[in-house]
Each structure stands twice: as C-alpha cells, then as structure tokens.
C-alpha cells in the first residue's frame, strides 16, 4: 500500500522512479516464506536482481522491472552469476533472535557477572540447536558457576571460566538454579543428575578476522570479550554503537554476539536486562579499517565459542 502510494506520489511529482524495497515487495505479491534462511536468501537474490537490472538499464527508468519472479533465480543470469557472486562462505545477514535460538534477555544486576552471562546464553543456544533439549530453548543457569566455581567471582573474569566449568562441571536448567547476583554456597549435589548438561569444549575465533567472527556466528552465538569504557554505552538506546565511543582495550566487558550485517555491524545480547539498549541488544560497527588493531570495541580480540 505504501509503495503503491509512493509510486502515486512519485508519478505525479515527476519525480523518478523507487524501486521498491524487499520488505516492499513481499508486501505487494503478498510473498511469505517458511524460514529466516528462505528470507535471507530470497532478499540477497532480490537484491541482486535489481542490481542487475539497474546495470543493463544505466540508469535509465527503472519502473517495471520488479515482477512477482524478482526474488528468484532466473535464465542466463544463474549461469553467469556462479563466477559473479559474491565469493563468501557466510550469508550477508544473519541473526539467531529473528530463528528464535536466543533465550529471553537477562540482568546481572549489582554483580559484574557478563562473562558468565555471555558464556552461558552462548550454551543456550549451542544445547538447542544441536538439539539436546528436545526442541526447547531452556534457560540455563548462571548462579551455579558463580556459587560452585571458585574462579568465578562479582568482579569480571576471563571468558573461558564459565565455559571451563561447564565442559568439567555441566551446567542445570536455570529454573533449577536460579539466579541471586552474588555468591552462595554451592548447591551442586541438589541438581538431579539427569538434567545436567556437558559442553565438549570451546575453541577461539582467529582474532582480527571479521570473516572468521561471521562464520563462526553462523554456527552458534559466540561469546566475545570487549572493552567498555565511557558512559555512552550504558545510555546506549538504539543504532550502531560506533568506535567512536570505544577503545580496543581493556577488555572488560563480555557479550553473546548473536547476528551481524556484513560490513555494517555485530549484534550483541547484553546482560543488562530488556530495558537497555534495544530492547536488551546493541549493534557495534564493523570497520574494516579496524579489523588489524582488534575491531570496534576490541571485538575480534577475543572470542570463543562452545561445541558438544
Ligand atoms: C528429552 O527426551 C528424552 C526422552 O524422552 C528424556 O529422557 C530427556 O530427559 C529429555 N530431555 C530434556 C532436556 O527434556
Ligand atoms: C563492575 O564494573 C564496573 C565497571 O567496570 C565498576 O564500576 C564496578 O565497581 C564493578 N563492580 C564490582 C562489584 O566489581
Ligand atoms: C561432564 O564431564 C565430566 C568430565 O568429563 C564428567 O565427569 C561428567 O559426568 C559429565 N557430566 C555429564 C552430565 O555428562
Ligand atoms: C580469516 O578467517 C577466514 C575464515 O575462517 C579464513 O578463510 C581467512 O584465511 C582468515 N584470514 C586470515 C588473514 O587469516
Ligand atoms: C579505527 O580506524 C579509524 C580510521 O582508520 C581510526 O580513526 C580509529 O582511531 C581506529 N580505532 C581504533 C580503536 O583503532
């Protein structure tokens, strides 16, 4: 409807043509599809095609070329693209909130616990996605690290302490061992045994490597290290947080990356409940010029990520 009335518009000033956006289009042919995936995939062939169109027309009118086939694959330009496209090994987007693979956004509250946090929401995901939860997203539980792990402490640890634990240790359903904000004594021995929950073990992402952090994002949410510094980041509301704003050290804080826009920005799962930032999540700009010297924020630093 809108783009119909923008077309009006357009028409009646003179104005050139718009060509439509994906979201636009899908509007208009009244297009759904089953999966984020198929989403994906269909709005980068769109894309594509209207880029190609546009080409052959060099800037000429454009009115006329979306058609209900433009998110398809078609005739000759199939064949030409497979040396024409893009070489990656990753999609262009990508976001595990939108599959629903991401547990709900949670709050450390007074204890600087984002470490844990961020490791844990990483094993989340990692248990249903390799389904070992039988189809549920369980919330997993951050007290019992902080209770029985000795290394863990209120005061901001290295990321590889709660992963460690979990590949010794295991780790329980959260509703089992819910979380306080500050060390207890450890109530181990009370978790019924059956729902314990290994992780095999957790490898790093090669650092300074925008390419290695979108493919490893692909697989599962990854836990990432980072620096935080100014006050902008905790009045941080929306938008992409820019560097700008941050250093690439000291890493002192630690959050789940989630999803990314190839060249624009990573998207992170903050610990810092719903209320902050985007409802819960940040972008942080990606910079090529930056990749060397550690990322925005020092996020291709130091990431990790867990496997069974
Ligand atoms: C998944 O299902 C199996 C078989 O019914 C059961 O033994 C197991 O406890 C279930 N696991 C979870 C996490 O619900
Ligand atoms: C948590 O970290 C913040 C910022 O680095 C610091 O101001 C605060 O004192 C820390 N709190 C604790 C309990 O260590
Ligand atoms: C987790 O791993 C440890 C060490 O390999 C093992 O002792 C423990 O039984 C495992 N727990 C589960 C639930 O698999
Ligand atoms: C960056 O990571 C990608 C994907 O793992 C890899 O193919 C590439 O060789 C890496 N680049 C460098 C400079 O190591
Ligand atoms: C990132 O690169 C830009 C431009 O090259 C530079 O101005 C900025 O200081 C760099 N930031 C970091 C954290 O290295």
């Known amino acids: 409807m809108i783009w119909v009335l923008l077309t009006i518009v357009n028409l009646i000033l003179g104005k050139s043509y718009r060509v439509p956006s994906f979201d636009d289009f899908l509007q208009k042919y009244e297009k759904h599809y089953e999966s984020t995936e198929e989403y994906m995939l269909r709005k980068r062939i769109y894309e594509e095609n209207v880029k190609y169109i546009k080409n052959i027309n060099n800037g000429e009118n454009d009115e006329g070329i979306i058609n209900w086939f433009s998110d398809t694959e078609v005739g000759s330009r199939k064949e030409k693209k497979v040396s024409e496209e893009r070489v990656a090994s990753y999609p262009p987007e990508w976001d595990w909130t939108l599959m629903e693979a991401v547990t709900e956004v949670k709050n450390e509250r007074g204890c600087n616990s984002s470490y844990i946090f961020a490791a844990v929401g990483a094993v989340e995901s990692l248990l249903y996605l390799q389904g070992k939860t039988n189809g549920t997203l369980y919330e997993m539980s ?147 010029a930056n990749e060397s010297k550690g990322g925005t924020c020092g996020i291709l630093k130091y990431g990790l990520t867990p496997y069974l």
């Open 142 to 288: 951050e007290q019992v690290i902080l209770d029985c792990d000795k290394k863990a402490t209120c005061k901001g640890e290295d990321i590889a302490v709660p992963l460690d634990f979990m590949q010794s240790m295991g780790t329980v359903i959260e509703a089992f061992y819910p979380y306080e904000g500050n060390s207890y004594r450890c109530q181990f021995d009370l978790m019924p045994p059956d729902l314990l929950f290994n992780i095999s073990g957790y490898r790093q992402i090669q650092p300074n490597n925008y390419t290695a952090l979108y493919e490893a994002i692909t697989i599962n949410p990854v836990v990432v290290f980072m620096n935080i510094g100014s006050e902008d980041f905790f009045s941080y509301e929306a938008g992409v947080y820019g560097e700008d704003l941050c250093q690439a050290s000291p890493l002192n804080h630690a959050m789940l990356a989630v999803g990314y826009s190839e060249g624009e920005f990573i998207k992170f799962k903050n610990s810092w409940g719903p209320n902050w930032g985007m409802e819960g999540y940040v972008l942080i700009e990606v910079n090529s």
